[in-house]
């Protein structure tokens, strides 16, 4: 991957990783009813749980690149067609809400593993790793399989590097999160934008 490729790769995860989902407004509702602590162990867990779906990704995903460019090929469209499912799906999403029923206090080792399971239990993950990681390795790669791991132990530490910060600001800023859900929306409506825009991006790319 050239220093081209990683800048891509970067941005378009900082972009995707702080799109509002399951985890994310996980890490956001642990932070509001608990306090910025709770926010950061929770998104701790979270980038944990992705590493299980790295290791997943790369060994499977990374044997199939090694049989044959063809399925490389076919599943660099397939990817394509995924971001756009998720990018549209963002925008026209309602659901912009955090979880506050509970304000019962959770242990800190509670905490980590609800965020590690929250995240290892999501299959939407690993499907998300197959679509979007195969755009960042070279047809010609030698080992797409270490490649793969790597990209997704990176993407697992970005993952931390943003939802730590938010459980912590989310923690600070509860009670203005409480009545803006706003902008949960505008962050949907952006992120979806983007998705978009790489699938089409992945859709005009020539096959190697």
Same mark, same amino acid.
Do not use: C
């Given at each position: ?17 702080? @799109? ?14 608990? %306090? ?29 690149? /090694? ?13 394509? %067609? ?43 993950? @690993? ?17 797409? @399989? ?17 939802? %730590? ?5 989310? %923690? ?17 409506? @952006? ?10 991006? /992945? ?6």
């Amino acid at each position: 991957m050239d220093e081209m490729q990683l800048a891509l790769f970067v941005i378009a995860s900082f972009i995707i990783i702080i @799109t509002p989902g399951q985890d994310l407004l996980l890490v956001m509702s642990r932070a509001v009813t608990q %306090g910025s602590r709770a926010g950061i162990i929770t998104a701790s867990g979270v980038s944990i749980g992705l590493i299980g779906h790295s290791v997943l990704t790369a060994f499977g995903l990374g044997a199939l690149l /090694l049989a044959s460019k063809s399925i490389f090929t076919i599943l660099k469209f397939v990817g394509a %067609g995924y971001l756009f499912y998720l990018g549209i799906r963002l925008i026209t999403s309602k659901s912009h809400r955090l979880d506050l029923k509970s304000s019962q206090k959770v242990s800190p080792r509670k905490l980590f593993f609800t965020g590690a399971f929250s995240n290892i239990s999501n299959p939407n993950i @690993t499907i998300f790793y197959f679509a979007f990681l195969p755009q960042f390795i070279p047809g010609n790669a030698e080992n797409p @399989t270490l490649q793969l791991l790597i990209l997704g132990l990176f993407f697992a530490f970005l993952t931390f590097l943003v939802k %730590g910060p938010v459980g912590y600001f989310a %923690g600070i800023l509860s009670l203005w999160l409480r009545s803006n859900p706003k902008i949960l929306k505008w962050i949907d409506r @952006t992120s979806g934008t983007v998705l978009i825009g790489l699938g089409i991006k /992945l859709v005009f790319e020539q096959p190697p």
